[in-house]
């Protein structure tokens, strides 16, 4: 052995973290053929799992771990990056992460011992948008990173660091790697016209999938966050920063969300600071913050922002940057520092490398922030979960805005609320001079007994669509929340509870996430100056997903307890299989509409042939009410009713007698055709996901076949989604037609229009077919000319009808409350008020007299305040106004959803209108002979 080998030994045995000699591992460029970066290429999945697996085997950095399927089927990897002699003690560390995230049976002195020993744990992530392509490529990149730098900092933070590196999703980046790199001649790659949505049902839509989870890479990705490693930091990338800029870097603007601790946001503020001072130092202008975007701290949904629900320091960046150089444009507000934008970028051409760098730069800032407070970030996330059990022991009031103004309002109404400010070098900042100085007696007002928080939230086992309640609780499951289910039957409050009841305690390390789930968001009125237009919410402004779903439930404001029995924590639950009830000489069974899953039921039944009624009236519906469904005696029904009843827990009964034919209509499955179009359309994804859950057979239908006609030889009902039919006086734009389109897309190419698609619309319904439109969709009806105006307008000075302008009535994605007939078959099983998922929706005025119109109304807005849940600038507009109707047209039918009934596949208190529309297109009078 020379000395110089030795040397070379002794060198890379004092670096401390293992060998990792490059001379062992295989760099990127060496695996895929081409560096990360380089211009017009991109890696598959393919070839990136290859490479994670070929640098794990190599490295004793890093650790794969399979973290579940794809909705398509492949593996979704995470990498795990930390020092050898970490990996040796993962679980040890893993355990406690888990241990001060969840806070319980935690002393202070514990808690601060295991935050000393511990290791920060860090989420970097990459790929959720698969056409964002810099995420996925920083991903490889930093991986290899992390395997191979043996830089002093780099030795550090793999010491004091665990890094998740997550994919976050798979199928997309084979899709659009591979649509890109089809072109031979590299200069001719584009990323243009990507021919369907990028995650199998949901494209862009799986960043707004966290809290409920219906997709397979979200479910997999909250285990890893939630109920596995409880990272404190969690840093999610994205593209496309502003134009004129790099990259938006945290922190957010306003409005943030109420329900969280504070301590979050300060993390936030911590981190952002850190990734822009390593920009500075590296000499890498052009990173903004707060106003440079939209993007706030309210909302909860994206893989980012349901991790402050959890205590979590959340992130995201976006950055600008594509395979294909690109020039950065002279925006002339984009060169004026300011606090959000203190280094300007000049315009530029840019290259695919240069975003790579930007982002391993960001993602260091990140992991050597996070070593250097690595102790104070474990205790902080362990005080988060104290802080939230402790809120849950005792009487806490949540901050909510509109509470407050009431009380200022009240104060008002007494004349309290005169300035007060006669200093003229008051520090009190903008609005402090108007803001009145109120009393002890107006701040005791705000600490009324009834606004309390709850202690907790019972959800009853004996409501009507347990099997939805079910589905609920399993939403919070997937996010770690702490649930309890009742032993025994018991009280409280003076209420009785059956046994097999939810109860969700708000002591728990995640009470902002479970508050969240069952209170309403109680947005700001947020305007960019008074009497000017909104400050649009980034993506919706309320959400309670309990709202959505129809969940009954009860708010408990004192402590409480009962025979709970605590579930252990990831544990699905099933609601509780019930035994098919014998028919005996009955004439078979009856089945209650008011369970979303009956549905599937129905659909098996069909499938198998077997006979399917329901009850319009009369006492054959037991207590379920219009709508029942009626199942004769028939050999082949009772395998799947007695699979149903146990596998949904459905209510169930014998039939004493059968029903008199009058009362029935027989079913038949139905042939549906849902619209799409090329590139996908997400709220047909999410219609399709629906669909297939309920195991409604379907086909998708472009607008080529839409428009060829003669639609009622192959279709029963038509379904079309917001977005599908444009309204009377839009132009749409030219289709973008990707070059080199392979020939089987070309059936796909097209849109709906007025002039072709309605006529061979208009043939299908006047030749007996269905139609549902939802939401933007109800146009049609004005195509059609039906007796409706939309509700949403005032005539100008000139006494011309215009829409209503957004500082007058504005409503983004809020929750409000409806009435409901329940007598029109399309609401059979549905409770006369439920909650409606608006979304800038259309609403209507029927402009005929009732008895002469073809329209009828289904749900309206009963009251001026229909608002539930988020925000409804000049709600009162609503009262008495339509959101659902029927129509008739010639033979056939048509159904305007005016709010989003099958919203993001959270809406589960409003697929029955869905599903009823459906099964209804089939439906006829029952012959005599039916009813046996
Ligand atoms: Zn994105």
């Given at each position: 052995?020379?000395?110089?080998?030795?040397l070379v030994?002794?060198?890379?045995?004092?670096?401390?973290v293992g060998?990792a000699t490059?001379?062992?591992?295989?760099?990127?460029?060496?695996?895929?053929?081409?560096?990360?970066?380089d211009?017009?290429?991109?890696?598959?999945y393919?070839?990136?799992e290859?490479?994670?697996?070929k640098?794990?085997?190599?490295s004793?950095?890093?650790?794969?771990v399979?973290?579940?399927?794809t909705?398509?089927?492949?593996?979704q990897w995470?990498v795990?990056a930390?020092?050898p002699?970490?990996?040796?003690?993962?679980d040890?560390?893993k355990a406690?992460a888990?241990r001060l995230a969840?806070?319980?049976?935690?002393?202070p002195?514990?808690a601060h011992a295991?935050a000393?020993?511990?290791?920060?744990v860090?989420?970097?992530?990459?790929g959720?948008?698969?056409?964002?392509t810099v995420?996925?490529?920083?991903?490889?990149?930093?991986?290899?990173?992390l395997?191979?730098?043996t830089?002093a900092?780099?030795?550090?933070i793999l010491?004091?660091?665990?890094?998740l590196?997550?994919?976050?999703?798979?199928?997309?980046?084979e899709?659009v790697?591979?649509?890109?790199?089809?072109?031979?001649d590299?200069?001719?790659?584009?990323?243009?016209?990507?021919?369907?949505l990028?995650?199998?049902?949901?494209?862009?839509?799986n960043?707004?999938?966290?809290?409920?989870?219906?997709?397979?890479e979200s479910?997999?990705?909250?285990r890893?966050?939630?109920?596995e490693?409880?990272?404190?930091v969690?840093?999610?990338h994205h593209?496309s920063?502003?134009a004129?800029?790099?990259?938006?870097v945290?922190?957010?603007?306003?409005p943030f969300?109420y329900?969280?601790?504070?301590?979050?946001i300060v993390?936030?503020?911590?981190?952002?600071n850190?990734?822009?001072?390593r920009?500075l130092?590296?000499?890498k202008?052009?990173?903004?913050?707060r106003?440079g975007?939209?993007?706030?701290?309210?909302?909860?949904?994206?893989l980012r922002?349901?991790?402050y629900?959890?205590?979590?320091?959340?992130l995201?960046?976006?950055?600008?940057?594509?395979p294909n150089p690109i020039?950065?444009?002279?925006i002339?507000?984009?060169?004026?520092p300011?606090?959000?934008?203190?280094?300007?970028?000049?315009?530029?051409?840019?290259h695919?490398?240069?975003?790579i760098?930007y982002s391993?730069a960001?993602?260091?800032?990140?992991?050597?922030?996070a070593?250097?407070?690595?102790?104070v970030?474990l205790r902080?996330?362990?005080?988060?979960?104290r802080n939230s059990i402790a809120?849950?022991?005792?009487?806490?009031?949540?901050?909510r805005p509109?509470?407050?103004?009431?009380?200022?309002?009240g104060?008002?109404g007494?004349?309290?609320?005169?300035?007060?400010?006669?200093?003229s070098?008051?520090?009190?900042?903008?609005g402090?001079?108007?803001?009145p100085?109120?009393s002890?007696?107006h701040w005791?007002?705000?600490?009324?007994?009834e606004?309390?928080?709850?202690?907790?939230?019972?959800?009853?086992a004996?409501?009507?669509?347990?099997?939805t309640?079910?589905?609920?609780?399993?939403?919070?499951?997937k996010?770690?929340?702490?649930?309890h289910?009742?032993?025994a039957?018991?009280?409280?409050a003076g209420k009785?509870y059956?046994?097999?009841?939810?109860?969700v305690k708000?002591a728990q390390?995640?009470?902002?996430h479970?508050?969240?789930?069952?209170?309403?968001?109680?947005?700001?009125?947020d305007f960019?100056?008074?009497?000017?237009?909104p400050?649009?919410?980034?993506?919706?402004?309320?959400?309670?997903?309990?709202?959505?779903?129809?969940v009954?439930?009860?708010?408990?404001?004192e402590?409480?307890?009962g025979?709970?029995e605590?579930?252990?924590?990831?544990q699905?639950?099933?609601?509780?299989?019930?035994?098919?009830?014998a028919?005996g000489?009955a004439?078979g069974?009856l089945?209650?509409?008011?369970a979303?899953?009956?549905?599937?039921?129905v659909?098996r039944?069909l499938?198998?042939?077997?006979?399917v009624?329901?009850?319009?009236?009369?006492?054959?519906?037991?207590?379920?009410?219009?709508?029942?469904f009626?199942v004769p005696?028939h050999?082949a029904?009772?395998?799947?009713?007695?699979?149903?009843a146990?596998?949904?827990g459905?209510d169930v009964?014998?039939?004493?007698a059968?029903?008199?034919?009058?009362?029935?209509?027989t079913?038949a499955?139905a042939r549906?055709?849902?619209?799409?179009r090329y590139?996908?359309?997400?709220?047909?994804?999410?219609?399709?996901?629906i669909l297939?859950q309920?195991e409604?057979?379907f086909e998708?239908?472009?607008a080529p076949?839409?428009?060829?006609g003669?639609?009622?030889?192959?279709?029963d009902?038509?379904l079309?989604?917001?977005?599908?039919?444009?309204?009377?006086?839009?132009?749409?734009?030219?289709?973008?037609?990707?070059?080199?389109?392979p020939?089987?897309?070309?059936?796909?190419?097209?849109?709906i229009t007025g002039?072709?698609?309605?006529?061979?619309?208009k043939?299908?319904l006047?030749g007996?077919?269905t139609?549902?439109?939802?939401?933007?969709s109800t146009?049609l009806?004005?195509?059609?000319?039906?007796p409706?105006?939309?509700?949403l307008?005032?005539?100008?000075?000139e006494?011309?009808?215009?829409?209503?302008?957004d500082?007058?009535f504005y409503?983004p994605?809020?929750?409000?409350?409806?009435?409901?007939?329940p007598?029109e078959?399309?609401?059979w099983g549905m409770?006369?008020?439920?909650?409606?998922?608006?979304?800038?929706?259309?609403?209507?005025?029927?402009?005929?007299?009732?008895?002469?119109?073809?329209?009828?109304t289904?749900?309206?807005?009963?009251?001026e305040?229909?608002l539930?849940s988020?925000?409804?600038?000049g709600?009162?507009?609503?009262k008495?106004?339509?959101t659902?109707a029927?129509?008739?047209?010639?033979?056939?039918?048509l159904?305007?959803?005016?709010?989003?009934?099958?919203?993001?596949?959270?809406t589960h208190g409003t697929f029955?209108?869905l599903?009823?529309?459906?099964?209804?297109?089939?439906?006829?009078?029952?012959?005599?002979?039916?009813a046996r």
């Amino acid at each position: 052995m020379t000395l110089r080998s030795l040397l070379v030994i002794s060198l890379v045995f004092f670096a401390g973290v293992g060998r990792a000699t490059s001379a062992s591992l295989t760099s990127p460029k060496e695996h895929f053929g081409f560096a990360i970066g380089d211009d017009y290429h991109l890696a598959t999945y393919t070839q990136t799992e290859a490479y994670f697996k070929k640098l794990a085997a190599q490295s004793d950095r890093l650790r794969l771990v399979d973290m579940g399927r794809t909705e398509e089927g492949r593996t979704q990897w995470m990498v795990i990056a930390t020092a050898p002699e970490n990996l040796k003690s993962l679980d040890r560390y893993k355990a406690i992460a888990q241990r001060l995230a969840r806070a319980e049976d935690l002393t202070p002195e514990q808690a601060h011992a295991l935050a000393a020993e511990g290791k920060a744990v860090v989420w970097l992530d990459g790929g959720l948008h698969a056409t964002e392509t810099v995420g996925t490529h920083q991903l490889i990149e930093t991986v290899w990173h992390l395997a191979n730098s043996t830089d002093a900092e780099m030795q550090r933070i793999l010491r004091d660091v665990i890094v998740l590196c997550v994919h976050a999703n798979p199928d997309g980046q084979e899709l659009v790697s591979n649509w890109y790199m089809r072109e031979s001649d590299p200069t001719q790659r584009s990323l243009n016209g990507v021919p369907r949505l990028y995650q199998k049902y949901i494209g862009h839509d799986n960043n707004r999938d966290f809290y409920m989870a219906a997709m397979k890479e979200s479910t997999n990705i909250n285990r890893q966050l939630y109920l596995e490693w409880f990272p404190q930091v969690v840093y999610n990338h994205h593209q496309s920063g502003p134009a004129g800029t790099v990259m938006f870097v945290p922190p957010f603007r306003d409005p943030f969300n109420y329900n969280f601790d504070p301590l979050v946001i300060v993390g936030v503020e911590t981190f952002g600071n850190a990734i822009q001072s390593r920009f500075l130092q590296e000499g890498k202008p052009g990173a903004t913050s707060r106003s440079g975007a939209n993007y706030s701290t309210w909302w909860n949904g994206g893989l980012r922002t349901t991790t402050y629900f959890h205590n979590m320091i959340g992130l995201l960046t976006e950055i600008i940057g594509s395979p294909n150089p690109i020039q950065i444009p002279f925006i002339a507000r984009r060169q004026q520092p300011s606090n959000d934008l203190t280094a300007p970028i000049a315009p530029q051409r840019w290259h695919y490398r240069q975003s790579i760098e930007y982002s391993l730069a960001a993602n260091r800032a990140v992991l050597d922030q996070a070593s250097r407070h690595r102790e104070v970030l474990l205790r902080n996330i362990y005080l988060m979960g104290r802080n939230s059990i402790a809120r849950g022991n005792r009487d806490s009031w949540t901050f909510r805005p509109g509470r407050l103004e009431q009380v200022v309002r009240g104060a008002a109404g007494e004349g309290k609320v005169a300035g007060e400010d006669d200093a003229s070098d008051s520090p009190d900042g903008p609005g402090g001079s108007g803001s009145p100085r109120l009393s002890q007696k107006h701040w005791d007002q705000f600490r009324k007994p009834e606004w309390r928080d709850p202690r907790g939230f019972i959800i009853p086992a004996d409501q009507a669509d347990f099997g939805t309640a079910v589905k609920f609780v399993n939403t919070l499951v997937k996010n770690g929340i702490a649930l309890h289910r009742a032993t025994a039957d018991f009280s409280v409050a003076g209420k009785r509870y059956p046994q097999g009841s939810y109860v969700v305690k708000t002591a728990q390390a995640f009470r902002p996430h479970v508050l969240d789930m069952f209170e309403p968001q109680d947005h700001p009125n947020d305007f960019r100056h008074e009497g000017g237009p909104p400050n649009k919410p980034y993506d919706v402004a309320g959400w309670t997903l309990a709202f959505q779903m129809g969940v009954a439930f009860d708010r408990i404001l004192e402590g409480f307890d009962g025979p709970f029995e605590r579930l252990p924590y990831g544990q699905l639950q099933t609601p509780p299989a019930r035994p098919l009830p014998a028919a005996g000489a009955a004439a078979g069974h009856l089945v209650t509409p008011r369970a979303n899953d009956s549905f599937i039921l129905v659909n098996r039944l069909l499938k198998a042939g077997v006979p399917v009624h329901r009850v319009r009236q009369g006492a054959a519906t037991a207590d379920f009410g219009p709508g029942t469904f009626y199942v004769p005696t028939h050999p082949a029904a009772r395998a799947i009713l007695e699979r149903a009843a146990a596998q949904f827990g459905l209510d169930v009964r014998p039939a004493v007698a059968a029903p008199a034919a009058a009362d029935l209509i027989t079913l038949a499955p139905a042939r549906i055709g849902l619209w799409d179009r090329y590139g996908g359309s997400m709220p047909s994804g999410w219609t399709r996901f629906i669909l297939e859950q309920f195991e409604f057979p379907f086909e998708v239908v472009f607008a080529p076949e839409i428009d060829a006609g003669k639609l009622r030889e192959k279709f029963d009902v038509l379904l079309f989604v917001t977005g599908a039919i444009p309204s009377q006086n839009t132009r749409p734009p030219p289709l973008n037609r990707p070059r080199n389109l392979p020939p089987e897309f070309e059936a796909q190419m097209g849109r709906i229009t007025g002039e072709q698609s309605v006529p061979a619309l208009k043939e299908f319904l006047q030749g007996g077919g269905t139609i549902v439109t939802i939401g933007s969709s109800t146009s049609l009806a004005y195509h059609l000319g039906l007796p409706i105006q939309s509700a949403l307008t005032e005539r100008n000075a000139e006494g011309r009808l215009r829409n209503l302008p957004d500082d007058k009535f504005y409503i983004p994605g809020s929750v409000l409350e409806a009435r409901l007939d329940p007598t029109e078959p399309v609401a059979w099983g549905m409770p006369e008020r439920a909650d409606f998922y608006f979304d800038r929706s259309p609403v209507f005025s029927l402009t005929a007299a009732p008895g002469a119109s073809p329209v009828k109304t289904v749900a309206w807005f009963e009251s001026e305040k229909p608002l539930r849940s988020g925000w409804a600038w000049g709600q009162k507009v609503l009262k008495e106004r339509t959101t659902v109707a029927t129509a008739n047209v010639g033979a056939g039918r048509l159904y305007l959803m005016g709010s989003e009934i099958a919203f993001r596949s959270q809406t589960h208190g409003t697929f029955k209108l869905l599903f009823n529309a459906v099964q209804l297109s089939t439906a006829s009078p029952a012959t005599a002979s039916a009813a046996r």
